[in-house]
């Protein structure tokens, strides 16, 4: 007979089941930086975050390997005990330097560091507006925050001013957060324009910049695309992605990585990256900096796609093809692995009801003809596509 616990799970696993919204683990063998093997299908994938291919660059490879060899798998315990290796230091500056910014932290990862950096800066008395689109981690964040959350409008800067107008006095400080590149519509925050009202109104401003480091700004992410640096207080970001790491970030002033790195829970009582992450990261960095062309590729090649689908021209690497009903977005994925293309179906609650869709990633790999020929059956196939 089941018990009570597992009565719960089953009513939700049927619950989620009937609304064509429960999740499967996929076993699928990544061959390369594009190619996958998935259900005895060699696919290629538009579902994947390593934007310029380097979890399978020779030389990130290399310098993950020595690191093992040479440090071990782990770091040992928490940064403040004894898992400190010297290369978070070497990481942290790289990182500061390419973001301009004065200090950097490194945290296990970008879920980590937004469920640390935020409650750190923000208490009881605080006033947090977050974009109704921000990602999970930055939400995490603000609800253990304790501050006053205040959802607005997506990338609607004159909402913004009119709740920090309404309530902004009332509090002892405010900080607004946003994702740089929006993970699930590939669009960008009007980063300038939030960062002149966190000065006006004495606020500060945080971007999440998971989707723009390596791609975007010449690779110096999506607080850099005027080609110099906005006024952006806290830049955080991940290595899991065009850095083809592990691990996340916060690039700020001194003082406030100070203040980060002895009270952000995340921080403190989570073990350290293993060494090998953060030499792969740092090697990673490495390549960005002296090859800017890779850098600019996947944009082009999603802006490509784009033009030749007849869909909005791409703003970042990410394209999405809403099609509204969750059925919907999971038949037109099958029928594009049918066609040979890993392009999974993205269904609330990642994604607002009514809006699940279709989330294609592009990278630096993906050769130039599966591109037109994908974008050919989006144009000729998915008749009841929908602009974002």
């Known amino acids: 007979m089941a018990n009570s616990l597992d009565t719960f799970a089953q009513s939700k696993l049927a619950e989620l089941e009937a609304g064509h919204l429960r999740r499967r683990l996929a076993e699928t063998l990544r061959e390369d930086g594009i190619w996958v093997s998935r259900g005895g299908r060699r696919l290629l994938s538009f579902s994947c975050n390593d934007y310029l291919n380097l979890t399978h660059h020779p030389k990130v490879k290399a310098a993950a390997a020595e690191a093992v060899a040479r440090y071990g798998a782990g770091a040992g315990a928490s940064r403040l005990i004894t898992g400190n290796h010297p290369l978070f230091a070497e990481l942290e500056a790289r990182l500061a330097q390419l973001k301009q910014a004065e200090a950097a932290c490194v945290f296990g990862s970008g879920y980590l560091a937004n469920a640390g950096i935020i409650p750190t800066l923000v208490g009881p008395d605080d006033l947090l507006l977050v974009d109704e689109l921000a990602h999970a981690c930055l939400w995490a964040g603000a609800q253990l925050s304790r501050g006053r959350v205040e959802k607005f409008r997506h990338n609607d800067v004159a909402h913004v001013r009119a709740v920090l107008a309404e309530q902004r006095a009332a509090h002892d400080h405010a900080l607004i957060v946003t994702d740089g590149v929006f993970s699930m519509d590939g669009d960008l925050a009007p980063l300038d324009e939030l960062a002149a009202l966190a000065q006006e109104y004495e606020a500060w401003l945080m971007s999440d910049d998971a989707h723009g480091l390596g791609v975007l700004g010449g690779g110096r992410g999506s607080s850099f695309l005027s080609g110099k640096k906005s006024a952006v207080d806290l830049q955080m970001g991940t290595l899991s992605k065009a850095i083809g790491s592990y691990g996340g970030y916060l690039c700020a002033s001194a003082p406030v990585i100070d203040l980060i790195k002895t009270r952000a829970r995340t921080l403190v009582y989570s073990t350290g990256l293993p060494p090998a992450s953060a030499a792969a990261a740092l090697t990673a960095l490495d390549i960005i ?97 929908q602009a974002r």
């Open 289 to 385: 900096e002296a090859e800017p062309e890779l850098a600019a590729s996947p944009v082009a090649k999603a802006q490509a796609f784009t033009r030749a689908a007849n869909l909005p021209l791409a703003q970042s690497t990410i394209v999405p093809i809403v099609l509204g009903e969750a059925t919907a977005a999971l038949e037109a994925s099958e029928m594009l692995a049918c066609e040979g293309f890993l392009v999974m179906a993205i269904r609330p609650p990642t994604v607002p009801a009514g809006t699940a869709r279709l989330r294609l990633a592009f990278t630096a790999g993906h050769p130039d003809e599966e591109i037109a020929r994908l974008a050919q059956i989006v144009r000729e196939r998915l008749p009841g596509r």
